[in-house]
C-alpha cells in the first residue's frame, strides 16, 4: 500500500531523516516510536506531502533550505513530487500531532469541514460513524473546539480525519499529554476504525507502550534514523527494546 525508500530531509545542513525505509501494508497498523526530535513529524509531514508546502514557503521567504529526498511509493504510483491536497484526495490523510483543530468553530463544524473530500451521502454516514465510536462528541457537538478537554480534542482530530475519507491514516503522535485511560479508549478506537473501514494506518508517539497493543509492524527511530523493525512479537522479545520504549527492567542474571 505505501512503501518509502531512502527518504532524506536536511533543513539546512540539520539531517533530520536519514536514509529511512518503510513500509505499510494494506490493512495494517504500523507503529513509528522515537524520543522528542527522532523525526516522527519529519517523517509524517514527508508522506503527507506537507514538507513540500512548508519547503515551498521558507523558499519563497528566503528563509531555510530545506532538502528532500527519496520516494514514497503508494499503491503502486510514485507520489514522491505530488501536493498534499493530491496526496488526500488519493487517501492519505495526516491528523498533525497537537490536534490541530478549529478551536472557534464547532464540533460539527469541524466535522464538517473534515469531509470536504467526501460526497454528501459519504459525510453523512461517516459523521454517523464517528458519533458511534466517539458517542462524547454527539453530545458536545454545539460545542466550540477550544473548550473540549484534551481527549476530546484528540477524538475530535480523528473524527475529523476518518471524515475525510482516508485509505491511509497517518496519526502524528494522538496520546501525547492524555490519561493512560483516555490513551486506550483511542487506541481501541484506532484499530475499529482500521478494521471497520479496512484501511492502513501509520501511528507514530514517543512512548510504544500504549500503542503496541494494537501494531501489527513498527519502525524505531533514532536521531532520524530507522534503527530497528519488526512484527509487534518479534519487538517484544527483544530485550533493548523492552527496557528503551516499555520501561521494563531485564531481570539480572
Ligand atoms: P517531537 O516528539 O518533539 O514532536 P519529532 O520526533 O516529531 O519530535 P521532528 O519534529 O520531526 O521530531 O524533528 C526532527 C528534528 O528536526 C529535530 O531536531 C527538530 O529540531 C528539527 N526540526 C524540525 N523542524 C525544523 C525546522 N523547520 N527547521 C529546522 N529544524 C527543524
Known amino acids: ?35 522528542n526530535s527522532a523525526g516522527k ?24 533550505r530545506i532538502t528532500i529526498l527519496g520516494d514514497v511509493i503508494y499503491q503502486g504510483e510514485n507520489i514522491s513530487r505530488l501536493k498534499p491536497s493530491q496526496r488526500a484526495r488519493k487517501g492519505i490523510v495526516l491528523c498533525p500531532e497537537r490536534r490541530r483543530i478549529f478551536s472557534e468553530s464547532s464540533v460539527l463544524e469541524n466535522l464538517k469541514i473534515g469531509g470536504y473530500l467526501a460526497s454528501p451521502a459519504q459525510a453523512r454516514k461517516t459523521l454517523a ?20 478537554s484534551g481527549g ?3 477524538m475530535l482530530a480523528i473524527g475529523r ?13 494522538p496520546l501525547l499529554g492524555l490519561s493512560p485511560l483516555m490513551q486506550a479508549m483511542l487506541m481501541r478506537a484506532t484499530r475499529e476504525i482500521r478494521d471497520r473501514m479496512e484501511i492502513s494506518i501509520i501511528v507514530t508517539e514517543q512512548y510504544a507502550r500504549p500503542v503496541f497493543p494494537i501494531v501489527d ?16 512479537e518479534e519487538l517484544m522479545d527483544n530485550p533493548d527494546v523492552r527496557s528503551a520504549y516499555f520501561g521494563v527492567e531485564e531481570p539480572h542474571a
Open 1 to 35: 500500500m505505501l512503501e518509502a525508500s531512502g527518504l532524506m530531509v536536511f533543513y539546512e545542513n540539520m539531517l533530520a531523516l536519514n536514509n529511512i525505509n518503510i513500509q505499510c501494508g494494506q490493512g495494517q497498523i504500523v507503529g513509528v516510536f522515537g524520543a
Open 152 to 154: 476530546e480534542q484528540q
Open 129 to 148: 460513524y464517528v458519533f458511534e465510536i466517539f458517542p462524547a462528541l454527539e453530545k458536545l457537538k454545539k460545542r466550540v473546539g477550544g473548550f473540549l
Open 217 to 232: 509492524y513498527a519502525f524505531i527511530l533514532e536521531n532520524g534514523a530507522a534503527v530497528m523493525e519488526g512484527t509487534r
Open 41 to 64: 513529524s519529519t517523517l509524517m509531514y514527508t508522506l503527507s506531502g506537507i514538507m513540500q508546502d512548508i519547503q515551498k514557503k521558507e523558499d519563497m521567504a528566503g528563509g531555510e
Open 161 to 173: 480525519a476518518i471524515m475525510a475519507q482516508p485509505k491511509l491514516l497517518l496519526l502524528d503522535e
